[in-house]
């Protein structure tokens, strides 16, 4: 089985259900495949795509990524989504670095098409406009059967930390996340997800469109999240069941005017750290599971999830979904006990082939079976995993690990305080000491040493950040997490 082989039977037990809901239109699976073989046959007959070669998909969120990502795989193709908010100088790295010939994107981002042509001259573009005006496949579409262990999709990651690296996830490594997705979800046919995350983000790849296409759901795929009453009128008058998004959508819900219980089965939160007051209070207003989880692209991406039923507990990304492992392991790949903290490592069908033509970098994440995630945590004594940091953000401070995570959440609970970041800076006498980064919530003026003070009353000294540094907004990916290297920059030149 392959990820289009999947869609395909799908599309054929519910051809005239509707699979994508966009503002006013309707699209039905009928409709959906059809595209997408329209698409395969442009793509093998007019750009001699074939099994195996990279296509970038280089688009906003619209049906026709949808479409253009089936397309891609009924080739035999391998998708390679980019991040629309990057710029061409960080496209074009994409591209030569994936050794990629087309791209499928839209005309408002083909202004850019000529200058990625004069760093890849090899480069051609197809405006995914033109999708609905192609010719019907049925002749000439050649039908390529791609088995799991062949590579599906090349996700490059964030770069948070440097250059992107491409993180290949196989047929079979989506279809296993997909499952286990689908398992702990507890998803059928009947659900409906709402889209409004970046689906060009692995999560929205695998939770927005892999498994609602190949259960038979449906997805709303939120044409604008402004103004917020209209982006939720849209959500809710389409019937969304699930819908995953990042902390700040949260808070941002909160003090929103909606209707209570909110009419929606599941929220999920991920990307970034869900802060404590934000879950206790999304809950005791809405009355509906605000689940935390967690995930890296490289493991398809999801790996945890706190339970639909049974105790979740506030603060942790919980338990391992489906058919997938998590240990906490020392430097030495000691596998420690409760309430050791340690790198979380990640076992399962669900971890990538590797970095792209990284050897070297995939042998630093690997330990035997065990994908070491560069993330920071523990667990507890119940087999809920805690994420403290991640491994290069712990800051030694006198001899002292000090986890930045900790004292986020301490600011977080400081009223008028709307989201923090820390980071470390050098420190002479101590090796390295906390600065904070602090975005006041709207109308709100924070005093620093009131704030400090409030700091201090709840942690040891030599946690307490050295300097507090308010900013009207914290810079963040398009995945909305915070980017700490952009607050090093800003450090480095204070």
């Not at 688009?59 to 009924?74: A, M, T, Y």
């Not at 489906?322 to 006990?337: F, H, P, R, T, Y």
């Not at 050897?359 to 403290?388: H, N, S």
């Not at 600011?411 to 000491?433: S, Y």
């Amino acid at each position: 089985m392959n990820l289009a082989d999947a869609f395909a039977d799908c599309a054929k037990k519910h051809t005239q259900k509707t699979a994508i809901y966009h503002g006013e239109q309707e699209i039905s699976f009928a409709e959906l495949h059809a595209q997408s073989l329209k698409l395969a046959a442009h793509l093998q007959n007019q750009f001699a795509v074939k099994p195996g070669d990279r296509v970038a998909l280089w688009l906003k969120n619209c049906p026709e990524f949808v479409v253009s990502v089936f397309g891609i795989l009924h080739t035999g193709a391998v998708v390679v989504p980019v991040n629309n908010f990057l710029k061409p100088a960080e496209v074009g790295y994409i591209l030569n670095d994936a050794g990629i010939d087309v791209v499928i994107s839209a005309a408002e981002l083909g202004a850019h098409s000529e200058e990625l042509k004069k760093a890849r001259p090899s480069l051609k573009f197809f405006q995914a406009e033109e999708i609905k005006s192609l010719n019907p496949s049925s002749i000439l579409y050649s039908p390529s059967s791609r088995s799991e262990k062949d590579l599906a999709v090349i996700i490059y990651t964030s770069g948070t930390t440097g250059r992107p690296k491409g993180a290949m996830l196989s047929h079979g490594n989506l279809l296993h996340n997909v499952n286990s997705c689908r398992i702990v979800l507890e998803t059928v046919e009947d659900d409906c997800f709402a889209v409004l995350l970046p689906m060009f983000h692995t999560y929205m790849m695998t939770v927005g469109i892999f498994l609602p296409f190949t259960i038979g759901g449906s997805i709303v795929l939120v044409k604008s999240l402004h103004p917020p009453r209209a982006m939720l009128h849209e959500i809710f008058s389409r019937k969304a069941t699930i819908l995953p998004a990042v902390p700040s959508f949260y808070r941002m819900l909160l003090g929103a005017q909606v209707p209570t219980p909110l009419p929606l089965r599941i929220f999920i939160s991920g990307s970034a750290p869900l802060p404590l007051t934000v879950l206790k209070e999304f809950e005791e207003k809405f009355k509906v599971p605000l689940i935390e989880g967690y995930g890296l692209s490289e493991a398809s991406p999801v790996v945890s999830k706190n339970p639909l039923h049974g105790v979740r507990k506030a603060g942790s990304v919980g338990l391992p979904i489906a058919n997938v492992e998590i240990s906490v392991q020392d430097d030495a790949g000691k596998i420690l006990g409760a309430n050791e903290t340690g790198e979380i490592c990640v076992r399962g069908g669900n971890v990538m082939m590797g970095y792209w033509n990284q050897p070297e970098e995939t042998a630093k994440v690997f330990r035997g079976e065990w994908l070491l995630t560069g993330d920071v945590g523990y667990r507890d004594a119940d087999g809920y995993y805690y994420i403290t940091d991640r491994k290069k953000d712990m800051l030694i401070v006198n001899g002292n690990n000090v986890y930045p995570r900790e004292i986020e959440e301490v600011i977080h609970q400081f009223p008028g305080v709307k989201e923090v970041a820390v980071i470390g800076v050098p420190d002479a006498r101590r090796g390295e000491q906390g600065m904070a980064f602090v975005a006041p919530a709207e109308g709100q003026a924070l005093d620093e040493k009131a704030l400090h003070e409030f700091v201090r009353s709840r942690l040891a000294d030599y946690k307490v950040p050295r300097q507090i540094i308010f900013l009207p907004a914290l810079p963040r990916n398009a995945t909305g997490k915070i980017l700490k290297t952009e607050l090093r920059k800003q450090a480095a030149g204070k």
